[in-house]
């Protein structure tokens, strides 16, 4: 049975008991200050510059926002409209699509993978399929709205050059060998949206619990919607919607190859009264059986401070420490100060 918020949450005025997170988890105000110098970095601009100005905001930050990423505003703008058309579909054909089988790889769900299991459930719904590459994966996809695989694949190609020119970027910054980001460390896309419904008390809930990504990079479009929220000095600060600008964060695998060297940053999804907010969400991670370690050059004259891991042993222990960061990083750090 489909307990999606969308559906049921447009008659609710109350937030139910089990949407309720321990006072030390609940966000308050969702009015935090807006992230003002979380970079915005311009592609086009002079190249030496762009590779500085990544590099800085990875070590700094871990997240970073761009535009003139080459994906067309048209592009971003249908994308949108499908997936809130799609959140927006009569509950019978959600529900043809509605699943709590993890071993589907095209899934429509609600809160997180084990909804039986939780205590307490986000105020989210989520979307997710593989996309690359494209044709081994397109047949799964839904095909409500109509246009939805032509969008939506469109969107999925584009999205991945202008992550494989992200990361040759930060390549370059790290002065890792030209080509290191190859198909065995971006071999796997996910396309994940997250559709959070207007929420009638934000201060008590969450769309997504603090965490940081489990992939190498993440590129996100946030719409005009503000709700991501960044952990930086001990303090929640929110990510400003700059219209048709990627997010991106680095995840836990870039942190491990740099050998520490840049930050994957804590972050979650906050909801508000007003209106309902949609992400748009491609994770780009290595291929399940790549084992990810530091590079060389990044550990130099120092000491790796990171054992080598197989992607899907760490995505194993990423879920099952339900994506707490203290959790995960124990299973793949080698000193104690990590
Ligand atoms: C995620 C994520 C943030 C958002 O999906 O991992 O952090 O704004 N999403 O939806
Ligand atoms: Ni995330």
Redesign the pocket.
Known sequence: MANLVSTWSKTTQTLPENYIFPVNERPGSVDVPLFQNIPLIDLSANHSQTVQEILDACQEFGFFQVINHKVSKDLIDDTMEVFKEFFGMPVEEEEKLYTNDPTKTCKLYTSGYNYVNEEIHLWRDNLRHPCHPIDEWLHSWPQKPTNYRDVVGKYSLEVRKSSLRILELICEGLGLEHGYFGEELTGAQLL?I?HYPRCPDPGFTL??QK?A?PSLI?V?S?GSVN??QVFKDGQWLGVEPVPHAFVVNIGHQLKIISNGKLRSAE???VTNSREART?I?TFISPCQDTIVEPAKSMVGTDVPLFRPIKYKDFFKLFEEKKGDTKATTEVYKIWTSC
Do not use: E, K, P
């Open positions: 994940s997250n769309g997504l965490h990504d993440t996100l946030q709700g991501l972050h979650r999804a992400s969400v």
